[in-house]
């Protein structure tokens, strides 16, 4: 059995985590649960978000699965999902983005991978209140984090037989710190002469994406680009209820949803699993469980394809239990 952290979260969370700990024990995936809770409930008993036992607890485990933890706006504890990445030096966040058969969207050729660098630029939390009516916040970009995360996405498109990997900037505002990024993807890109390398900037991309998200490969960002612009490739799929994440570094990884702790629909049986089943395929075979990870994977996308028990928000009227249970069912016969 592998030991992997159990991360439940709140809001959808804790329902998300119990559907697919349920598929994955109808799989039989040899996994054992290192149950960690984290966020505003742990505050009461504990005093911080993001006891140390939770870090502790991935890096003996060395890999994580993560539900969304709320971050309160504007005010409160910095986020533990930031606070997170950055104390294990988690520095790429993989989120791939594909249609999937049977859910409908806009588009139907959109397959497309998001690195984005995870512990830097305005996530540092490096923010001061100068007087009452203005703040700043400082924009951290390091040539030691821009050059491995470019590394990380010409590794990726290497051994995935992708073709194009594009850098994603505002380097003809942020001439600095978003030029350093540039300078260090560019020096990458020519170490790796068999992947075409482009560059872009984040509004345009934005554009483009909505017009012609087939033109798009491997995209490369700095942290906050990568943030919104995972959300947007969200939407051209289908929605945040399907959009798989990692977060990948040295020593240990945590594969979690992109999507948040959506409280609108908390405790009210809608939510949507996929993206965080998604990402607990990648963890199987992250963790050598590649055979499960099919089955799993394949059940998945018969029950999407079936559509008789998708949840509201992609097009259905069935609830997180009986899609978990229809999956579970398509276990038997994938
Ligand atoms: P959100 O991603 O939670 O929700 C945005 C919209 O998408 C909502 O209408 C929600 O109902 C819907 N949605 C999201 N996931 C869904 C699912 N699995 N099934 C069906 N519908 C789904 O974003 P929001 O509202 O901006 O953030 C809520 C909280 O989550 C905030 O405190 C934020 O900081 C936190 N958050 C946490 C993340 C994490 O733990 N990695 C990532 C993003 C946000």
């Not at 505003?40 to 978000?49: A, L, N, Q």
């Not at 983005?97 to 305005?122: A, F, P």
């Not at 700043?136 to 073709?163: C, G, H, L, P």
Request: glycine residues 6%; aromatic residues 6%; positive net charge.
């Amino acid at each position: 059995m592998r030991k992997v952290t159990l991360i439940p979260g709140d809001g959808i969370g804790p329902e998300i985590t119990k559907s697919v700990t349920d598929i994955l024990k109808a799989a039989k995936a040899e996994i054992e649960w290192d149950i960690q809770t984290a966020g505003s409930d742990v505050i009461k008993t504990e005093g911080v978000p993001l006891p140390k036992r939770v870090t502790d607890s991935i890096k003996r485990n060395k890999v994580a699965l993560k539900a969304p933890v709320t971050t309160p706006i504007g005010k409160g504890f910095r986020s533990v999902n930031v606070e997170l990445r950055k104390s294990l030096d988690l520095y790429a966040n993989l989120r791939p983005c594909k249609n999937i058969k049977g859910i409908k969207s806009r588009y139907d050729n959109v397959d497309i991978i998001i690195v984005r660098e995870n512990t830097e630029d305005l996530y540092a939390g490096i923010e001061r209140q100068i007087d009452k009516d203005s703040a700043e916040s400082i924009k951290i970009i390091t040539r030691k984090a821009s050059t491995r995360i470019a590394e990380f996405a010409f590794e990726y498109a290497v051994k995935n037989n992708r073709k194009c990997v594009t850098a994603v900037s505002k380097a003809n505002i942020c001439k600095l710190t978003d030029g350093l990024f540039l300078e260090c993807t560019r020096e990458t890109a020519a170490k790796y002469p068999q992947i075409e390398y482009k560059e872009i900037l984040v509004d345009n991309l934005c554009m483009q994406l909505v017009q012609n998200p087939e033109n798009f490969d491997v995209l490369v960002l700095p942290n906050l680009y990568g943030d919104i612009v995972s959300d947007l490739c969200a939407g051209l799929i289908g929605g945040l209820g399907i959009a798989q994440g990692a977060n990948i570094g040295l020593e240990a990884a945590v594969f979690e949803p992109v999507h948040g702790s959506a409280p609108d629909i908390k405790g009210q049986n809608k939510a949507n699993p996929t993206a965080m089943l998604l990402s607990a395929i990648e963890m199987l075979k992250y963790t050598d469980q590649k055979e499960t990870a099919k089955k799993v994977e394949n059940a998945l996308l018969k029950t999407i394809e079936q559509g008789k028990f998708l949840t509201p928000d992609i097009g259905g009227n069935s609830t997180t239990e009986k899609y978990t249970k229809a999956i579970i069912a398509n276990l038997q016969s994938v």
